[in-house]
């Protein structure tokens, strides 16, 4: 940024347009065939953030660098970015971009590194519209937030479609609903080389907005007629109303869906939202910027769950529930933030205090995700191992569940806190960062109805960007640095506008003579405030604007503007008036009513009837009437009243309207009147003015008094119509009230049942949760190596000795192809084979050996065992056990050789084991096989048993003499050397027989020497 204070310095520096790209596994060939598709003079900054670590970084710039002609860089810290340059950034450290350079950090100490994620959102930050966010090829959900982030600063996101070489990075991003466009890498370079040429369109957005966070004079807009339009289109498809947003905001949505489709002028777009309506969706989920993390704004949170939290339970009774409300929750990160908050601060407490969480946000889409509570790694970055383990449960696809503890404490609904009623009786209401989208006039109707819906002693949470504006009356801040607002009791509680059921009903059509544009009008009947007033009344007060007519109409969101009206009303009048409801109680005073009304004695009452002078009482309640009845002014002259014994005239004028709820008031304006001095030398004059307003003031008694009378004879015949009704709604309650009882009877005897049948259900219950929790056990106890795939051939679970044996995590192993495991090295073409038939003909695999060599374990044998097992909800499976048998072979490969050995030596090789008897005295020998049947030790026959006895073997020869001596040898170790003639050899030879002790026993090695000792 520039350092000069000249008159240029207020124009903030239009930032270089810059597009950030992302992968993982197979992202070096996206990156090239990207490079090799786009211009080098695009004057986009090109950023790819490098997929995996290595020790010699400069491998991949070198190998990106002849597939373009723009400079390829490896990033170090205070890069400065510069346009038509490629960028390639580490992930050994956090980087950011700031002023225009790229910014080293620290990498932070968190359970998941998620470098695609970082650079993206602070890029969203820093450039806000002038960024692009591009994702390729790779497994994990490292890019969502990112993307998330971009989107809501009003930059343009692709993803790769399924040409990429793995799709779990884009189809994350895309479930997630923040990628504007899927496309071919060929068609991503197109889309780029297009918006190259509109960079003006790009830098114009971001001087707005960097004006905007600046406080600097924006750039002029045009004319808002065309946008009013767009959003009135807008309102015809989805039903909501978004005239009250922040111009700025829209026009910025606007102004990116239209780049999207390559429209320049707004005309273009309202034109294309016609003919395909489901851009009228995608604009209505732009326009709700759904911007939210776990445990944002650290320190807010600290202080919740640290300092207010605790004060607020701790001012709860035993089972007083804590209610709690967060409107526009998102996607519910908030909401399940504040609730594991709430349940830490349970933790020291030594009482029960049930808690309710009310989520709302207008948008039904992010509800339903906020309802499942299912939540990618890259989502928790922000939360602690320790919570991670506490409140969540990781499934079967590598997701992390909220727990049912917390789950079940929250309630999501769709709402629109602008119009529809709001909860109440509330302890906290935190509404985070969506006042700053809106206009004051919805800014003031949501700090009113949160006023309302608060306990006297409820709190308020704003963004940091937030305040309550000038309602400070309502309102006061108790913690500045985190935005928090107490409610004040010191005033009365707000009312909150209900539905205007005039504006629902009103219907839009054109004025003849608007030249086609619109105007609202009320298909109700509507008060005639026009009428002639009546004879008599001082029509100088009036002119010629008196009681002209009111609209009541409004706007949905706008506040209530019973100031608005009385104000207009009492500006055509001076004097003193009251408004009053349809009970006579009064709501409000304008000007000095002293003259006209007084408080009565005792406890204090607003009716308009006890305070009213008692001269005034009957014509005030004939007039107040007839305002009420025919919905037209009435007024009442010519009424005398004496106060400190001097005499007043005094006119009275009632005139209906309605409030902005709809409810019936009545404006009652008092007036003294001072009458026309005649001169002594008319008193025939005087005499007969007189006697006409006696006559006048007569006949109005007369027609007051038959009205009366009129009045009394209907409300007769409406108490004894009402008296029959209820002597027959007496016997109608007489026989439900029988129905009742019996019906009660049925419902006891069902609820006995259904109480028996939930016993029985719980009893089920925790014997399944039994039967799971043994079944994991044992899982994760044996020693031999067992996954769960599915139908995909995607892990679903592996137990303990698996990641063992095989040296593999659990993040890298859960929710991935078998084959993508370890580098593809399980990617065999026969296990692929035998799995394929598992799984479509529905075979077993019983003993199948396999060897294959692993990178990093070497050559392994490997026995195979699966079949194919259906799951809950129907889904199939595979269980592949898995048997290490190298060891076994290797043994056996070994033994085969010694057999080939021991079979074809020169000499004879026997072993003898000990036969003791009870004493542990040797009597006998037995004869160990090491040449037939090696390796196998059946239990042996008595006949068996006789053959390889040394004394039955050797009975008749010179060995047998030897029996003592291989005792020796057994019981003392000292080897025996000793030649005996072959007596049963044609030819005379001697054989030399060596004897030394193996373990309980003795091996003999026989060998022919030469001739000797001949006779």
């Not at 790209?21 to 490079?35: D, N």
């Not at 050397?977 to 027989?993: D, M, R, S």
Request: glycine share 4%; with cysteine.
């Amino acid at each position: 940024m520039s350092d000069h204070t000249g008159p240029d310095s207020l124009t903030p520096i239009q930032p270089i347009p810059i597009v950030a790209i992302g992968a993982s596994a197979g992202g070096p060939e996206g990156i090239s065939e990207l490079l090799t598709h786009l211009s080098p003079t695009s004057g986009w900054a090109f950023m790819y953030i490098q997929p995996t670590d290595t020790d010699q970084p400069d491998l991949l710039s070198n190998r990106l660098a002849p597939l373009t002609q723009m400079p390829v860089l490896d990033a170090q810290d205070r890069t400065p970015i510069n346009a038509n340059h490629v960028y390639i950034i580490p992930v050994h450290a956090d980087v950011h971009v700031m002023n225009g350079q790229l910014v080293f950090r620290e990498r932070p100490r968190r359970p998941a590194h998620l470098p695609i994620d970082r650079f993206f959102i602070s890029l969203a930050e820093q450039q806000g519209a002038a960024s692009i966010g591009v994702l390729l090829s790779g497994l994990s959900t490292d890019g969502t937030l990112g993307l998330k982030a971009l989107k809501a600063a009003n930059g343009i996101t692709f993803a790769q479609d399924g040409t990429a070489k793995f799709q779990g990075m884009s189809v994350s991003a895309q479930a997630e609903g923040v990628v504007d466009k899927v496309l071919p890498i060929r068609d991503i370079a197109r889309e780029l080389d297009w918006l190259s040429h509109q960079q003006d369109f790009f830098q114009d957005r971001a001087v707005i907005e960097s004006s905007a966070e600046n406080g600097q004079p924006q750039p002029p807009e045009p004319d808002n007629g065309e946008l009013m339009a767009l959003l009135q289109l807008v309102r015809k498809f989805v039903g909501v109303d978004f005239s009250h947003y922040k111009t700025a905001t829209i026009r910025r949505r606007v102004l990116r869906r239209m780049a999207l489709y390559k429209l320049r002028l707004l005309t273009d777009y309202m034109d294309y939202l016609r003919q395909h309506p489901t851009e009228a969706g995608l604009l209505y989920n732009d326009l709700l910027i759904n911007v939210t993390s776990f445990f944002r704004d650290t320190d807010t949170m600290e202080y919740l769950g640290k300092v207010l939290f605790p004060q607020l339970l701790a001012g709860k009774t035993e089972n007083e529930p804590f209610r709690l409300w967060i409107p526009a929750c998102s996607t519910g990160e908030e909401v399940y933030s504040l609730a594991i908050l709430l349940l830490e601060a349970q933790d020291n407490l030594d009482k029960s205090i049930p808690t309710q969480i009310f989520a709302t946000d207008l948008s039904g889409r992010v509800i339903t995700q906020a309802r499942m509570g299912r939540f990618s790694v890259s989502q928790l970055a922000n939360v602690s191992p320790k919570r991670l383990s506490r409140f969540f449960t990781r499934d079967q696809d590598g997701y992390y569940c909220i727990s049912k503890i917390i789950r079940d404490v929250c309630v999501f609904a769709t709402h629109n806190v602008f119009v529809d009623p709001p909860f109440s009786r509330l302890d906290l209401i935190s509404c985070r960062n969506l006042l700053i989208y809106t206009d004051t006039t919805l800014q003031r109707k949501a700090i009113a109805t949160f006023h309302y819906a608060l306990n006297p002693t409820g709190y308020l949470i704003l963004g940091k960007a937030e305040t309550v504006g000038s309602y400070t009356t309502l309102f006061t801040q108790v913690a500045k640095t985190f935005k928090v607002y107490a409610r004040k009791t010191s005033v009365t509680r707000s009312v909150f506008p209900l539905v205007d059921l005039l504006h629902q009903r009103s219907i839009i059509k054109p004025h003849p003579g608007d030249n086609g544009q619109q105007e609202r009008t009320n298909t109700s009947p509507s008060l005639n405030l026009s009428a002639p007033l009546p004879p008599g009344y001082p029509t100088e007060m009036w002119g010629k604007k008196a009681f002209q007519p009111m609209s009541m109409h409004y706007k949905p969101g706008q506040p209530d503007d019973l100031d608005q009206r009385v104000n207009g009303l009492l500006s055509q009048y001076t004097p003193a008036s009251v408004v009053i409801n349809k009970d006579m109680e009064i709501i409000r005073f304008q000007g000095s009513t002293s003259l006209f009304l007084e408080p009565a004695s005792g406890r204090a009452n607003f009716n308009l009837l006890k305070m009213a002078r008692p001269e005034l009482l009957f014509d005030l309640r004939t007039a107040i009437n007839k305002a009420h009845k025919s919905g037209q002014p009435a007024s009442k002259t010519g009424l005398l009243i004496r106060v400190r014994e001097e005499t007043y005239h005094i006119t009275i004028n009632a005139v209906p309207f309605l409030s902005q709820s709809q409810e019936p008031l009545v404006l009652v304006i008092f007036n003294e009147v001072t009458p026309a001095i005649l001169t002594p030398s008319a008193p025939s004059q005087l005499r007969n003015r007189r006697i006409k307003q006696l006559e006048d003031e007569l006949a109005a008694l007369r027609d007051d008094m038959r009205s009366i009378l009129e009045e009394q004879d209907a409300g007769r015949e409406e108490l004894q119509s009402a008296n029959e009704e209820i002597i027959s709604s007496n016997e109608e309650l007489q026989s439900i009230n029988e129905e009742l009882e019996t019906s009660k009877e049925e419902i006891q005897s069902n609820n006995e049942e259904l109480q028996t049948i939930n016993q029985e259900l719980q009893l089920s219950n925790d014997q399944l949760s039994e039967a799971y929790d043994y079944s994991d056990a044992i899982f994760g106890t044996i020693r031999e190596t067992v996954i769960i795939l599915d139908k995909d051939l995607r892990v679903r679970s592996a137990n303990r000795a698996f990641f063992k044996t095989f040296r593999l995590e659990s993040d890298d192993t859960i929710g991935r192809l078998l084959y993508e495991l370890g580098n593809q090295q399980w990617d065999i073409p026969a296990l692929r084979s035998l799995l394929d038939k598992v799984i479509n003909d529905n075979t077993s695999i019983q003993a199948y050996e396999m060897t294959h060599h692993f990178q990093d374990l070497g050559e392994k044998v490997l026995r195979l065992n699966a079949r194919k097992v259906v799951r809950l909800q129907g889904q199939a499976a595979i269980l592949l056990a898995i048997e290490d048998i190298t060891d076994h072979s290797q043994v056996q490969r070994l033994l085969v050789f010694l057999q080939s050995i021991l079979t074809h030596a020169p000499v004879n090789i026997q072993l003898f084991k000990s036969v003791r008897n009870e004493r542990n005295t040797i009597v006998d020998f037995q004869l160990v096989p090491l040449v037939n049947d090696l390796g196998q030790r059946a239990n042996p026959s008595v006949e068996e048993l006789y053959r390889t006895s040394f004394k039955a073997r050797y009975s008749d020869t010179e060995q047998i003499s030897l029996f003592t001596q291989y005792v020796q040898v057994v019981e003392t170790g000292d080897p025996l050397q000793i030649e005996l003639p072959n007596e049963l050899a044609t030819q005379p030879e001697w054989h030399q027989i060596t004897a030394n002790r193996f373990e309980d026993g003795i091996l003999l090695v026989t060998s022919t020497i030469a001739k000797r000792h001949r006779h």
